[in-house]
C-alpha cells in the first residue's frame, strides 16, 4: 500500500513537471496573441526626392503591448507569385489596440507588388482596455 502511495506521488510530481514544461516551452500564458492579432497597412513612396521604401502601420488589436515586431516582405510578380523575400523590423513598442508607424526600403526593384505581414514578437505587457 504504502509503495503505490509513493508511485501515485511521484506520478503526480512528473506530471506537474511534464505540463510545467509545456508551459514554459510555449513561452506564452494561455489567452495570448498569435499573428493573426496584427494587420498591416502599407503603400510604396512614390516621391521623386527621396529613395523608393514600403512604408505604413502595424495595427496591433490584442490587449498586449508588444515589441520586437518583426515584418516578412514578400516581393510579388505579375501574377502574385512570390520572386523575392526580405525581413525588417518596426522599431518602438506597440500598445494595446493601437498601431505604429514603419518605413523600409523597398526590397526588389521591379516586383509588381508586395504582401507584408508580421512574423514575430514579443509580449511586453498585458494593458487595461
Do not use: K
Request: glycine share 10%; net charge positive; proline share 6%.
Amino acid at each position: 500500500m504504502r509503495g503505490s502511495v509513493i508511485a501515485r506521488l511521484v506520478q503526480q510530481v512528473l506530471a506537474a513537471g511534464v505540463l510545467g514544461l509545456a508551459a514554459t516551452a510555449a513561452g506564452q500564458p494561455a489567452g495570448t496573441p498569435d499573428v493573426s492579432a496584427f494587420t498591416v497597412e502599407w503603400r510604396r513612396t512614390t516621391e521623386p526626392w527621396r529613395r523608393p521604401t514600403l512604408e505604413g502601420y502595424v495595427n496591433n488589436h490584442s490587449q498586449y503591448r508588444v515589441g520586437n515586431v518583426r515584418l516578412r516582405i514578400e516581393a510579388l510578380d505579375g501574377t502574385d507569385r512570390v520572386v523575392g523575400e526580405s525581413f525588417a523590423w518596426v522599431y518602438g513598442n506597440i500598445p494595446a489596440g493601437s498601431r505604429w508607424y514603419f518605413s523600409v526600403p523597398v526590397p526588389r526593384a521591379g516586383a509588381a507588388t508586395f504582401r507584408i505581414s508580421v512574423v514575430s514578437f514579443t509580449l511586453m505587457a498585458l494593458e487595461s482596455p
